[in-house]
């Protein structure tokens, strides 16, 4: 397994070098100007050559590419041009709190969804699968904006049942984490549901019940474990999206997390900071996959590494 974890971690790195390259790129041929952002339209010629000169934005591009680099290779993400703080110290404030709400996501997600996608298998056609395969086409279809905004619509401004936005306690985190994780109870409880449905008319099932196990014995101890492969998997994948793609959900929330930085950094050019956020997001999502797909051997001790 260590050898499995040393390639991985190794094949890591073209890909995060590639996704330092686009992002680098796509930030300096986008429009605008960071130093406008920063001192505004109104700024005198010499403030603007003068922080332009500071920054080094006058410099070539492969120039700016290779101290970009430099600086990574020794463990800094830069200077926040807004912010005038080290972009690490901006993303140890902001992150915790993205993984706080994409842990309640997680949590809200799986439970319901492995919970729909079990019940459905047991009674193939009943209500409850109808039902399951109803609430799964609708999280799908809906996007989480939307979702959002419904959600504030009917529990905050007409029910008055939870905040509509802000953070401050468990009130605060039902709303997005609910929001965020609605389309992966749709997906996680139909995979659960075709993976179910394969385990329970599997062998080594019915020999169960010919040895006179109960059918919640057979559901759990048997079809569950064996069914829990791709549902890991969706759960891996899905978890590293809530680390670094919950800017929606955040935005629409006004949650304080590194979601809704990335978006101010990109509406103010706020460069390093955008570029410091996207490569330590990828770097998040690498070490996710990799962690799902160590979980595969909890799951199912058949598989080896």
Request: glycine share 8%.
């Amino acid at each position: 397994m260590l050898r499995f974890i040393a390639r991985r971690l190794l094949l890591a790195i073209p890909t995060l070098f590639g996704v330092l390259v686009v992002a680098f790129l796509l930030l300096y041929v986008a429009p605008g100007d960071p130093v406008t952002a920063m001192v505004g339209e109104r700024a005198d010629p010499a403030t603007v050559a003068r922080l332009r000169a500071e920054l080094h934005l006058d410099d070539p591009l492969p120039v700016r590419f290779a101290r970009y680099v430099d600086q990574i290779a020794h463990g800094q993400l830069g200077r926040s041009y807004i912010t005038d703080r080290p972009i690490s110290a901006d993303i140890a404030e902001r992150f915790p709190k993205t993984l706080e709400l994409a842990l309640a996501a997680m949590l809200l997600a799986t439970t319901l969804g492995i919970t729909l996608g079990v019940l459905s298998a047991r009674r193939p056609g009943g209500w409850i699968d109808r039902a399951a395969l109803g609430v799964a086409y609708l999280g799908i279809s809906f996007p989480v904006y939307w979702v959002g905004l419904l959600l504030i619509l009917v529990f905050a401004v007409g029910l008055r049942w939870l905040p509509p936005s802000g953070s401050g306690g468990l009130r605060y985190l039902v709303l997005p984490a609910l929001a965020l994780g609605m389309r992966s109870i749709a997906f996680q409880a139909r995979v659960t549901r075709s993976s179910m449905l394969d385990a329970l008319g599997a062998d080594y099932t019915r020999t169960a019940r010919a040895k006179g196990a109960g059918e919640w014995a057979v559901t759990l101890r048997h079809a569950l474990r064996n069914a829990l492969i791709p549902v890991v998997t969706v759960v891996g994948l899905d978890f590293g999206s809530y680390l670094t793609g919950s800017i929606l959900t955040e935005t629409v929330f006004s949650w304080p997390g590194i979601g809704r930085y990335v978006v101010n950094a990109i509406s103010r050019r706020d460069l390093p900071a955008i570029q410091g956020s996207v490569l330590f997001l990828s770097a998040v999502f690498v070490l996710v996959n990799l962690l799902a797909d160590l979980a595969y051997a909890k799951a199912d001790p058949r598989v080896a590494y």
